[in-house]
């Protein structure tokens, strides 16, 4: 360090300049930095090592690169600083006030954010797994390129975000706002998104195998060709959204409303629908072989075509269901509601039939039916 500019170690001549290269800025002078770290400061990257700044002023400063791992910057002022490549790795940063703040490139792992004002920050990127971002504000943060995985986001509005592509593997975003978000191609496997809105949010191609969705609202959701395999949705509103090839192969739906919903070509092998709200859903050509489907309502359903083989569908409401040229071999439909039912084509051999209602029911022969 310059002595000259900076005698005693301590910063008493940055009033003018605002120059802090080379300084010294340890615990011991943390008050001279409050009262003199303003505007236009220059800091290089060896300093601030495990240091405490609390309710310190940094606004405006230029930290590129600079090392603050560990730090404790609860309450600071950051906005509009340049942190670009810095290491914030397990800093605490919260209540801290990072509008607008320039994080390109920067170390996040497991920084501490709760509380934190991030609107308008640059975040592209960044490092961010196991970082936990419950700030008040993360409004028109720019995410391009960061690694989201294990992040704490519950809680957040994300609304209209764009999340596509990103790593959100193991995310906590329960109770998130990802209305209309764009999440096409994320990965949000093993994701915890519990009570969280999707409502609209565009997820083709996104990874959601084994994420927990339950009670999560996904009414309209863009789900094509998404992997849900082993997701758990006990629960979740699902009505209207397009599922037209994807995997659920093993996912549990039990209780999901899944009415309207588009499961063209679905693989939903061995997924529990027990007590799923499938009226007017369209499941035509769909794999729902060994799926469960113990007390779930059909009414207006199409399954044209669909693979029910070993399904379980005990005293499930069929009524005026399509099951033309369906497979049904060895499906269990005891007790299930088939009033007007369309069976034109369906194999039924092995089926167990007993107690079903086939009132008005076309048969696979062609031949009508008025058995109750």
């Known amino acids: 360090m310059d002595k000259k500019r900076f005698p005693n170690g301590k910063i008493d001549v940055v009033k003018q300049k605002k120059d802090l290269s080379g300084a010294d800025l340890t615990r011991g002078w943390r008050e001279d930095l409050t009262d003199d770290a303003r505007y236009g400061m220059n800091l290089p990257p060896e300093f601030l090592i495990g240091d405490d700044l609390r309710r310190v002023d940094l606004s405006g400063a230029n930290m590129v690169g600079a090392n603050l791992k560990g730090n404790t910057l609860k309450e600071a002022n950051l906005e509009g600083a340049n942190l670009e490549g810095a290491n914030l790795e397990g800093a605490f940063l919260e209540e801290t006030n990072l509008r607008g703040v320039n994080l390109k490139g920067a170390n996040l792992k497991g920084a501490d954010f709760s509380g934190a004002d991030l609107s308008g920050a640059d975040l592209r990127w960044v490092d961010l797994s196991g ?24 809680g957040k509005n994300l609304s209209k975000a764009d999340l596509s592509r990103k790593n959100l593997s193991k995310a906590d975003l329960k109770g998130a706002d ?170 039924l051999f092995g089926a167990n039939t007993d107690g079903a209602n086939f009132f008005r029911v076309t048969m696979p022969d062609g031949s009508y039916m008025n058995m109750r």
């Open 178 to 347: 990802l209305s209309e978000a764009d999440l096409r191609g994320a990965d949000l496997s093993g994701a915890k998104l519990h009570r969280a809105n999707l409502n609209g949010a565009k997820l083709t191609g996104v990874d959601l195998s084994g994420a927990k969705l339950h009670r999560a609202d996904l009414s309209g959701a863009d789900l094509r060709r998404a992997d849900l395999s082993g997701a758990k949705l006990h629960r979740a509103i699902l009505k209207g959204a397009n599922l037209s090839e994807a995997d659920l192969e093993g996912a549990d739906l039990e209780g999901a409303n899944l009415e309207g919903a588009d499961l063209k070509e679905a693989d939903l092998r061995r997924a529990d629908l027990s007590g799923a709200d499938l009226r007017r859903a369209d499941l035509s050509g769909a794999d729902l072989k060994g799926a469960i489907f113990t007390g779930a309502i059909f009414t207006g359903a199409n399954l044209t075509g669909a693979n029910l083989s070993w399904a379980i569908l005990e005293g499930a409401d069929l009524t005026e269901m399509n099951l033309s040229c369906a497979r049904l071999f060895r499906a269990n439909l005891k007790g299930a509601i088939l009033i007007g039912a369309n069976l034109k084509g369906a194999w």
């Open 131 to 154: 970082a936990d971002l419950g700030g008040k504000y993360f409004s028109w943060a720019h995410l391009g390129g960061a690694n989201l995985s294990g992040v704490n986001l519950s």
